[in-house]
């Protein structure tokens, strides 16, 4: 059974900093893709960061570059976000994801259920 379990939510000042984890079992994590989405009341969820599976390869949306961290351990199959200069429209849930290759360009698709991370003054 795939798991991936969030941690590290919570409250935050504007410019405020915060650190999300994300603990995972049940399938090829050192082979996965790992991402972190985002989804504030109303809006879409969005793609925040990537990283792929060896680590050396990481993306972030254009609102978070210079401010956002992703990184991974392999042996420990966690996930991590670091999160800076925090603003108050980045108040949403934040969802952990898996992309795991099955062979060719199939992959399968596990989700957390998400922390939430509120930024407040």
């Known amino acids: 059974q795939e798991q991936l379990v969030e941690s590290g939510g919570g409250s935050v000042q504007p410019g405020g900093s915060l650190r999300l984890s994300c603990v995972t079992s049940g399938f090829l994590f050192s082979r996965s893709t790992m991402n972190w989405y985002r989804q504030a009341p109303g809006k879409e969820r969005e793609l925040v960061a990537s990283?792929?599976?060896?680590?050396?390869?990481?993306t972030y949306a254009d609102s978070v570059k210079g401010r956002f961290t992703i990184s991974r351990d392999n042996e420990k199959s966690t996930l991590s976000l670091q999160m800076t200069s925090r603003k108050t429209e980045e108040t949403a849930v934040y969802y952990c994801?898996?992309?795991?290759?099955?062979?060719?360009?199939?992959?399968?698709?596990?989700w957390g259920r998400g922390t939430q991370v509120t930024v407040s003054s």
């Open positions: 990283i792929t599976a060896g680590g050396v390869g990481v």
């Open positions: 994801q898996a992309e795991e290759p099955m062979g060719g360009f199939d992959t399968l698709e596990y």
